[in-house]
């Protein structure tokens, strides 16, 4: 039996399963331990798609006057965010003149379920007619020969792709630091990381730089960084959302994901990119409702529209290395879902501390396979030199980060013969075990929640040179990615820090393919939410 | 099931030539004994006469004085389905480089294999011409290794759990080289992907990479170590080739690497149940090849066990050089190369259903082996029945030619003999044949009951080469063909004559008198 890595130790007893039998929740406290200071009236957010879709349908706005109201909030928020790798302003003026011809002459049927709506891709999405990098120099400069499947479907209801967002390297990372271009700030204080990996689209999406915009998810990549900058992000279910044309990272756990400033462009978004697609064998065929239909807007719910929804909280979630600002966000958050009508009681899943080590040797290992091809031999950066082996070490020394070399090496080393078994099947296992414990817990429960991250938006630098520090703050979310479950975040309040406080992300999870049942618990949440406003101060000088 | 982009075989295209009538026009039996299979094919029995090849033969035995070769083959068959295994291009040997490649087959960020039913289909129909289990599950898995012609850094292949294993190959040795009746084990049966082909600059400065081939469906077949020498090797690939051909999963040509043999030979000394050390040989372009091939490299390691350079027999992979007829080290291999096997992620496990399995059971054709005993119990003799079954074609011909009621044995001579040797002076393939099966079921059904003799049968009976030998012989004899114009008609028996003496005495009578009375009058 080799000895075990490091990261696999430490990780291992970074938390113990408490067998602390099931309670009743009672806590019961203020909401926001650090209410928004914004300029902004506090409210339901409301739909910008919606509002987009009703001013091309009157008339009262064209798409080119939309696009130009993003553009310039881009232009001035964006040399401080830093959210886009690739800004493609001019080619969105033209998307949105075009779109603009085609009401005039073809009238309402122009009009797409996203017209007009301007999206923020992550730039390991690949786009026709834009650089997709992955965040990474070994691809610099590399335009993709197609759209990925998500992009081409926004793109055909009538969304117009406003530039690729910035990321960790191939998505390996949780603070967007390890983009080989630029570091990206968090809109509600630039001197703190944005999460990640989608921070470019989870901060450009805070930073109304666009109205939604799509991430991918590996092992919290949307929903870590949605909590962070104080927007909605949902990850599907597996299999949910076609991942052709998105950068593998680590296939059996990677989703494409979506962020929004509301429930219901989550929704929205969702509907026109989920569904099977020929080109992706593990895209699901299970049918593909309107997410939208079930978002009762907040004048028609009853007192306790939550009637008869079970909710378990995650008991493992809540304790220790847990920010006490964040435990008592997501203990108001659940009081808040009980006087809505649900029933709060706490939850273990005997799994939880297991899934961090078992998802880093799974994502390592697939990582290292996935990333065997930017071998500088048929595009991207190749260094020249006299022999084979050289040219492929030194167009991958070169043009790969040090994050991507660490996981690399960690993944061959755990796939490599003698160490299969005690690395790669073993944590194989431990996902198969963490599934069954969700499976069971998400009989008795509707629907899970817990904190999207132990701690509200850090200090950029803070965790640089402690990676494992870094990898632990994925403990709220890999879980899910192991089991393949969809989760959706929704803003539920702040803790301190920054100038306006910073914004906390509640985790809701559900069964398989129940993205329908959490939009509509988010919705709910987010329409009942009092006094609270998630825009970033930034916007209130705008 | 996973889903498929585009399905389908290709159909091998039939180029039929214009062929003349067929007639025979040779008396003379058959000289000799040719199969098709290519080791046979390209062993030249006009040079090398039975009786030399029994003494090459013996000479061999001798040589392994003591010792005892074991072979075992990796067989990669390409199979020919429409599109590639994992993505919808087309493969076509010999295309334009890198004219048949897609973001896909690239290995370009963001692309996703999808697997082609169709390759599933054909693993299932060879797996169970090879006898194997099938398993209901199997699942791929990815094997990594770098290589400019590896465009993802891995193969798609099956690791631990192939489609089919623990079947057989049985076969018959050509009468030839002893004849006998072999069976030869097959470990497993598993589907993967090709690799694409580096092209080397003549400099040497540089290589060029052609990803035409990259991702186009393969199976392997890795034999049991079963086989003592290069005549079993050999027609162990052959057979699989003929059940590659007779079952229409791939062209099975081993020119154009659509079937490829590996060979692994160890030798030992007779009695000891361990293996010696394995060498591997690749770069064999026949069977002929192979056999010879091996051959060398069991005297090679016999000779170094005699001199006690035992040692210098090292795990390595060695090159067949066809020109000196030698084989020559490749790569030492250092230590077990580790390809980081692990389930591919991108793809669901492929399950089957008995139906599925049993469907294509009942759609196979009748197999090599199957027709070796039918017509053995037919009471030919084992010459004429690896002839007539190892020939997809020339069985199919021998069949209906017996479903139109001929006698087999008479069938089996006339194909074998005359039929043969007039398709081969004319370069033609027995389906290309305008004699048809009812054709000779009725000459040989006509011969038996006495209308014809057989002598008869094999008379020139085509006008256009009757015709052809008249006007020689008339050119040839201007000062005749004057007198004869001139009113001496007696002549026409001398023209007649000379046609006869020029056609052997083949042609028809009847026929050469209309055709020169014609001639002489007309022209």
New interface residues.
């Given amino acids: 039996m080799p000895p075990p890595l490091q990261a696999h130790r430490m990780l291992l007893s970074h938390r113990r399963i408490s067998p602390a039998p099931r309670r009743r929740f009672t806590a019961v406290s203020s909401l926001s331990s650090a209410p928004a200071k914004t300029a902004v009236a506090p409210g339901p957010p409301p739909s910008s798609i919606l509002s987009i879709r009703d001013s091309l349908l009157s008339g009262e706005r064209t798409a080119a006057d939309i696009t130009s109201e993003y553009l310039s909030r881009l232009r001035r928020t964006e040399p401080s965010v830093r959210s886009f790798i690739h800004v493609a302003d001019a080619a969105a003026e033209r998307d949105a003149e075009e779109l603009d011809r085609r009401i005039a002459s073809g009238g309402k049927d122009a009009v797409g379920p996203l017209a007009g709506v301007l999206v923020g891709v992550k730039d390991?999405?690949?786009t026709v007619d834009m650089p997709?990098t992955?965040g990474s120099r070994i691809?610099d400069g590399?335009q993709?020969?197609?759209d990925?499947t998500a992009v081409r479907r926004l793109r055909d209801a009538g969304a117009i792709v406003v530039g690729k967002t910035n990321l960790d390297e191939f998505g390996m990372g949780s603070t967007t630091e390890g983009s080989a271009y630029q570091v990206t700030k968090n809109p509600w204080d630039d001197s703190r990381v944005p999460g990640g990996s989608s921070g470019g689209s989870a901060s450009a999406v805070s930073a109304r730089q666009c109205v939604v915009s799509l991430g991918s998810d590996t092992g919290g990549s949307v929903r870590q960084p949605a909590s962070f900058c104080g927007v909605v992000g949902l990850k599907p279910t597996y299999g949910r959302v076609s991942?052709?044309?998105?950068?593998?990272y680590?296939?059996?756990l990677d989703v494409v994901g979506c962020f929004g400033s509301s429930v219901f462009d989550t929704a929205t978004m969702l509907s026109v990119i989920a569904g099977h697609d020929?080109?992706?064998?593990?895209s699901s065929s299970h049918d593909v409702p309107d997410y939208r239909s079930d978002l009762v807007s907040l004048n028609l719910l009853e007192s306790k529209p939550l009637n008869n929804l079970r909710i378990g909280i995650v008991q493992e979630t809540l304790g220790e290395g847990v920010d006490t600002g964040v435990i008592s966000s997501i203990k108001a958050a659940a009081s808040h879902l009980e006087q809505l009508g649900s029933v709060v009681e706490e939850v273990s899943l005997p799994s939880f501390s297991l899934g961090l080590p078992a998802y880093y040797i799974l994502a390592s290992?697939?990582a290292?396979?996935n990333?065997?091809?930017?071998?500088g031999?048929?595009?991207g950066k190749q260094v020249s030199a006299d022999e084979?082996?050289e040219l492929?070490g030194d167009s991958r020394a070169s043009g790969l980060g040090h994050e991507v070399k660490m996981r690399i090496l960690m993944g061959?080393y755990a796939?490599?013969?003698g160490y299969?078994d005690a690395y790669?099947k073993r944590a194989q296992q431990v996902r198969t075990l963490v599934k069954k414990s969700f499976e069971e817990a998400l009989k008795r429960y509707d629907v899970l929640i817990s904190p999207a991250a132990p701690s509200a938006a850090y200090k950029i630098g803070e965790k640089t040179n402690d990676p494992l520090a870094m990898y632990a703050g994925d403990i709220m979310t890999v879980n899910v990615n192991l089991a393949g479950l969809p989760a959706l975040v929704v803003p539920c309040g702040f803790v301190e820090g920054g100038s306006a406080g910073l914004p906390v992300g509640l985790q809701m999870i559900g069964s398989p393919f129940s993205e329908g049942n959490l939009l509509r618990v988010g919705h709910i949440f987010e329409q009942t939410l009092q006094d609270v406003s998630f825009v970033p101060p930034m916007l209130a000088d705008l | 099931m996973a889903l498929t982009l585009l399905r389908g075989i290709r159909t091998q295209a039939l180029f039929r030539a214009n062929a003349g009538l067929f007639c025979t026009t040779r008396l003379s039996p058959l000289a000799r004994f040719t199969t098709r299979v290519e080791s046979v094919q390209t062993t030249n029995p006009k040079t090398a006469p039975k009786s030399i090849q029994q003494a090459a033969k013996e000479a061999a035995e001798q040589k392994m004085q003591g010792f005892e070769a074991v072979i075992g083959i990796e067989t990669h068959v390409q199979l020919s389905t429409i599109t590639k295994a994992f993505c919808s291009c087309p493969y076509d040997y010999g295309s334009q480089p890198n004219s048949t490649v897609c973001p896909t087959c690239m290995g370009h960020p963001g692309t996703l294999p999808v697997l082609n039913a169709k390759v599933v289909e054909c693993a299932v129909k060879l797996a169970l011409a090879l006898n194997c289990e099938i398993s209901m599950t199997s699942k791929f898995d990815r094997k990594q290794y770098f290589y400019p012609d590896l465009p993802k850094g891995y193969q798609i292949s099956q690791f631990d759990i192939p489609i089919a294993d623990k079947g057989y190959i049985d076969l018959d040795l050509p009468v030839e080289f002893g004849g006998g009746h072999r069976r030869f084990g097959v470990t497993r049966v598993h589907m993967e992907e090709d690799a694409g082909k580096l092209l080397h600059s003549e400099s040497g400065n540089y290589s060029q990479v052609d990803l035409n081939r990259a991702g186009v469906p393969l199976l392997e077949i890795v034999s049991e170590p079963d086989m003592r020498t290069g005549i079993e090797a050999a027609e162990y690939g052959a057979e699989v080739q003929r059940l590659v051909r007779y079952l229409g999963v791939g062209n099975g040509n081993m020119q154009e690497g659509s079937l490829r043999c590996d060979v692994n030979v160890s030798v030992r000394p007779i009695g000891q149940s361990e293996f010696g050390t394995k060498v591997e040989i690749k770069n064999m372009n026949s069977f002929n090849e192979i056999s010879r091939a091996i051959d060398y490299e069991i005297s090679r390691q016999i000779h170094l066990h005699k001199e006690s350079q035992a040692d210098q027999i090292v795990q390595e992979t060695r090159l067949w050089d066809e020109s000196s007829q030698k084989t020559f080290t490749m790569r030492k291999k250092e230590g077990l190369a580790d390809y980081r096997y692990f389930p591919e992620p991108d793809l669901a496990e492929v399950v089957l259903t008995s139906e599925y399995i049993d469907e294509i059971r009942n759609s196979l054709p009748e197999l090599p082996e199957a027709k070796r005993r039918r017509y053995e119990n037919m009471g030919l003799s084992m010459q004429d029945v690896i002839f007539l079954a190892n020939d997809d074609n020339v069985a199919h011909f021998f069949d209906s030619t017996l479903e139109h009621g001929a006698d087999a044995k008479l069938a089996a001579n006339w194909i074998m003999g005359d039929m043969t040797a007039y398709l081969k002076d004319e370069k033609l393939s027995i389906h290309e044949s305008k004699l048809t099966p009812l054709e000779l079921s009725e000459m040989i059904a006509s011969i038996k009951n006495g209308t014809i003799s057989g002598k008869i049968a094999k008379e020139i009976a085509d006008p256009g080469a009757i015709g052809a030998m008249v006007d020689k012989v008339l050119a040839d004899n201007p000062k005749q063909l004057k007198q004869y114009r001139a009113g001496k008609t007696k002549l026409q028996g001398y023209f007649a004559g000379q046609v006869m003496k020029a056609s052997k005495g083949k042609a028809s009578p009847v026929l050469l008198n209309k055709i020169l009375g014609e001639k002489l009058k007309g022209n």
Wanted: with cysteine; hydrophobic share 35%; charged share 15%.
């Fill in positions: 390991n999405l690949c997709s992955g691809l590399f993709p020969a197609y990925a991942r052709f044309g998105l950068m593998a680590a296939s059996s020929k080109m992706d064998s593990t290992s697939e290292s396979s990333l065997s091809r930017y071998d031999i048929r595009y084979l082996n492929y061959t796939l490599s013969a299969y790669y």
